[in-house]
């Protein structure tokens, strides 16, 4: 019995293991239907699977490996890829908070200048209006003081002669309402009538620049010429702007409106007004 048994069970070992591949099942046998020749255990089986099975998986795996290593290598090159992103927009975000910063500082520099520049106009325009008023006080107490003193000296020598001759002509004379022809008798006589303002007068009417007026008008009425932004103007009562040396000129000689013709009522200053009641009494 040793004998047949060490003879057959090599061989019953092997069909039973290629059955067993073939069908890729593991039997259950009892061990009562068990017998001693055919008896094997699951690791057996295994075991000799396994040699079979290797040679008919390894291009499988060789290829799977291969597969493996351009996935490596595909995320070796990912990662630089990324790394090299990351980096430049490192650099963007630099250069963007670099640029903001000089855009804050110029913003703040600008804004300095615009005040300092602010200053400086107002600096200048006060200068101005200090030279033009020197100017003005300068002309009026040369000439003009000197022509206001000669009408005043010829209205009241006409005056006087009025009052010592025989004419029935009144001794408060209008010139407003005087006629061509009357006021060029009067000048004769007494020498320029001037139905204008004074230049205190004058002075009284505000000087402003043309870029401080709310106004629509865009021409000066008397010469014709636009409106710059840092013209010197005034504006009348009747809201009508002109050139602050134009309008000087014609109120000189007028005292109304060149456009709408509404006459100005300007009073003179106490101390102007006292010494020419004083004159005419004389």
């Not at 490996?65 to 980096?87: A, N």
């Not at 865009?218 to 134009?246: G, M, N, V, W």
């Not at 109304?256 to 005419?280: A, D, G, R, S, W």
Request: contains cysteine.
């Amino acid at each position: 019995m040793n004998m047949q048994r060490k003879s057959h069970s090599p061989e019953l070992r092997k069909e039973l293991a290629l059955k067993l591949l073939k069908n890729e099942k593991y039997p259950f046998v009892s061990k009562q239907s068990q017998s001693p020749e055919i008896k094997m255990t699951r690791s057996t089986v295994i075991q000799r699977r396994r040699p079979q099975d290797h040679p008919v998986n390894s291009p499988i795996i060789e290829d799977l490996l291969r597969k493996c290593k351009l996935l490596e290598e595909l995320v070796k090159k990912s990662k630089k890829i990324i790394d090299e992103k990351e980096t430049k927009i490192q650099l963007l975000l630099q250069l963007l908070k670099q640029r903001e910063n000089c855009c804050k500082e110029l913003q703040m520099q600008s804004h300095k200048l615009m005040e300092e520049r602010q200053i400086l106009i107002e600096h200048i325009t006060q200068l101005e209006s200090q030279l033009n008023f020197q100017e003005e006080e300068e002309a009026y107490s040369q000439d003009g003081y000197q022509q206001h003193m000669t009408n005043l000296n010829n209205l009241r020598h006409f005056l006087y002669q009025i009052r010592h001759s025989n004419e029935d002509i009144p001794v408060f004379v209008d010139v407003d309402n005087l006629t061509y022809e009357q006021l060029l008798q009067l000048e004769d006589t007494i020498g320029y009538v001037n139905r204008g303002l004074s230049k205190e007068q004058i002075k009284t009417i505000p000087k402003v620049s043309f870029d401080q007026c709310k106004t629509d008008e865009q021409l000066c009425s008397i010469c014709q010429i636009e409106f710059e932004s840092t013209d010197k103007c005034r504006a009348l009562p009747c809201q009508h702007l002109y050139h602050s040396k134009c309008i000087k000129l014609w109120l000189g000689k007028e005292k109304h409106c060149p456009i709408c013709k509404q006459e100005l009522e300007i009073k003179m200053p106490n101390q102007y007004q006292t010494e020419e009641k004083e004159m005419v009494e004389q």
